[in-house]
């Protein structure tokens, strides 16, 4: 076994359990907090120099903080597309494939939106999503039209620079 191999064997061996119990009892879930502690290995095994790693469980709480946070954050997003698909007039069913492309469509809009501030996200969506005018941003946010155009500008900006 390499030196590699063995550290990274040693650190899951030492402190697997106490990040599992920790994830455990944060999240409520045995199953959510097996799978969120092997996702922490997991990205733990894909640094470039773990031998590097001086505080271990420093690491591994911010790697798992960082996996909770994102699985809240994709809940959180499919569940308003859930009650946007519910609060249509006719009856709609995606297929699988439909959903599951959606999703990943908006998490990839979540994640070019997340440098903006809160008005800005919120006024780009507003806008681009909503149809609404930005006299009716400007009232919802309590800003200047000037400000919503410059907040769309920036949104616009953000998902410019994915596709250069």
């Known amino acids: 076994m390499s030196l590699h191999n063995q550290l990274l064997h040693r650190l899951f061996g030492e402190h697997h359990g106490w990040l599992f119990e ?17 996702e922490t290995f997991a990205q733990v095994v894909a640094l470039p ?12 709480t911010t790697i798992a903080k960082r996996l909770i946070f994102a699985s809240w954050r994709r809940r959180d997003l499919e569940q308003a597309y859930l009650d946007a698909l519910a609060a249509e007039d006719y009856p709609v069913a ?7 492309l959606v999703m990943e469509s908006l998490l990839e809009v979540d994640r070019l939106l997340g440098g903006l501030s809160s008005k800005a996200r919120a006024a780009f969506l507003y806008s681009q ?5 930005y006299a009716s941003i400007a009232e919802e946010l309590g800003v200047s039209v000037t ?4 907040y769309v ?4 900006k953000a998902c410019y620079r994915m596709d250069t």
């Open 22 to 38: 920790r994830l455990r009892r944060r999240l409520g879930c045995r199953h959510d907090a097996a799978d969120m502690a092997a």
């Open 49 to 60: 120099n773990p031998q590097s790693i001086r505080e271990p469980r420093a690491l591994l």
């Open 94 to 100: 995606p297929s699988a494939e439909e959903h599951y």
């Open 129 to 133: 999503i909503d149809g609404r005018t």
């Open 147 to 150: 400000r919503v155009h410059q």
């Open 153 to 156: 500008v920036q949104g616009l």
